[in-house]
Structures are given as structure tokens and as C-alpha cells.
């Protein structure tokens, strides 16, 4: 089984470049989750979704943009990349809402330059 | 008082020793718990749901004590394998709450 499948796993990019960092399911999930991790910092919410078409903002949504057309894609744009934004990604999903365990991807490396 | 509090570590144990820590949390109406692992540079995996009666699965026990707000992990008998950072997860409605993560190192 697949699981959560994120790509890419690393990326650089100069600032004021955008990139859309994939996120895609094979458990027929309706949640699916965006975090970022710091060194040494908790996982912080950016956005999630409760199903298809159905998007909201969570901790840290600033400088990120999500849609959700199906349920097994959940894309993350970064339309003017910032140094602020060097972390890594990791994508997650989970049967019903935040009540239920969430299975995560690998992570996406990004770093800003 | 943080949402989700955890000892940073590193808790440095020998190889086959017990291990406990704890989490607490400030939000009396939490509805779920969870303990994660991370081992360096990877994704979060769940390790355990913590349920109010509490809950073993091999060598790891889980408790809650709502009263005090906060949840345990137990580790008995550890392994060099379970050199890792574990994380606790407090879920109260739609909010998601990851604590740092509390970094454990097994010694030989």
C-alpha cells in the first residue's frame, strides 16, 4: 500500500519562485492535513480539508494556497517563496476528523535561497 | 500555560531500562490523545491511541489522567531501536495540537 505519497522529497528554490509541493492518498480518506516542522519545533497546522472541494486555514496559512479537487489530492502552493518558508513539509490524512490517528507522508525538504 | 507541553529531553537511558514521560495539556474539553515516534529527519508514525482507562501494546503503557490534565508513556525493558523523539497529540474539536516531542536516547 501506498499510503500518503508526497513529492518532491527535496527542493531548492530562489526566492520569489513558486512551486506546488503534491500530496496524494490511496486510503479513501476525506481529511487530509498540511504541516510544517521547524528544527526543532512541534508541527504546525497550515491548511486542511474535510473532503473534497472543502478547504480552511489552520495555524500558519500566510504565504500558502491549497485546493482540493478529489479526495486523494491535496496540492500546497507557495506562490512567492521566503526564506521564512525553508522547513520541512509533511502532508497527512485521516478517516474522520481530528479525533481519528493521521497517517503521514515522507516530507517534502524545501529550502529557500 | 502552552496548549501541549512536553520535556525536550534528550532522556539518555540504558539499554533495557524503564523509561516514562509525560505530557500535559491545557485544554480540559480534549477529546483525543495520541503518542507518535519520529525518528531523525522522517515523517511522524502513530505509536498509540491513549484511551481514558489506559492501554499497553507489548512493552509500551499509556495513561491518561484528565484530572491533571496530562498522559504518560511508559517504556519497559527498552531497546536501542526505540532511540527516537516521541511525540504527544492532544485533538479537542477541529484543533490539532502536536507537541515538540520529547527526544529519547537508548545507551548500550
Known amino acids: 500500500n501506498a499510503g500518503v505519497t508526497q513529492t518532491p522529497k527535496f527542493r531548492i528554490l530562489k526566492i520569489g519562485q513558486s512551486m506546488t509541493l503534491q500530496c496524494a492518498q490511496d486510503m479513501n480518506h476525506n481529511y487530509m492535513y498540511w504541516y510544517r516542522q521547524d528544527p526543532g519545533m512541534g508541527l504546525k497546522l497550515i491548511y486542511y480539508?474535510?473532503?473534497?472541494?472543502?478547504?480552511d486555514k489552520g495555524e500558519v496559512p500566510n504565504g500558502y494556497n491549497v485546493s482540493r479537487s478529489t479526495t486523494e489530492d491535496f496540492p500546497l502552493r507557495l506562490e512567492l517563496a521566503a526564506p521564512s518558508q525553508t522547513s520541512v513539509y509533511f502532508c497527512?490524512?485521516?478517516?474522520?476528523?481530528?479525533?481519528?490517528?493521521?497517517?503521514f507522508g515522507d516530507g517534502t525538504r524545501l529550502s529557500i535561497l | 500555560r502552552k496548549e501541549v507541553e512536553q520535556d525536550p529531553g534528550p532522556f539518555n537511558v540504558p539499554e533495557g531500562a524503564t523509561v516514562a514521560f509525560n505530557c500535559t495539556y491545557s485544554n480540559s474539553a480534549s477529546q483525543s490523545f495520541f503518542w507518535y515516534r519520529q525518528d531523525c529527519r522522517k515523517e511522524p508514525k502513530l505509536l498509540m491511541s491513549v484511551y481514558s482507562s489506559g492501554n499497553e501494546d507489548g512493552r509500551f503503557t499509556a495513561q491518561l489522567n484528565r484530572a491533571s490534565q496530562y498522559i504518560s508513556l511508559l517504556i519497559r525493558d527498552s531497546k536501542l531501536s526505540d532511540s527516537a523523539t516521541y511525540l504527544c497529540v492532544v485533538n479537542g474539536g477541529k484543533k490539532i495540537i502536536f507537541g515538540k516531542g520529547t527526544r529519547l536516547h537508548i545507551l548500550p
Open positions: 497527512a490524512s485521516s478517516t474522520e476528523g481530528p479525533l481519528q490517528p493521521q497517517h
Open positions: 480539508s474535510v473532503g473534497a472541494g472543502i478547504t
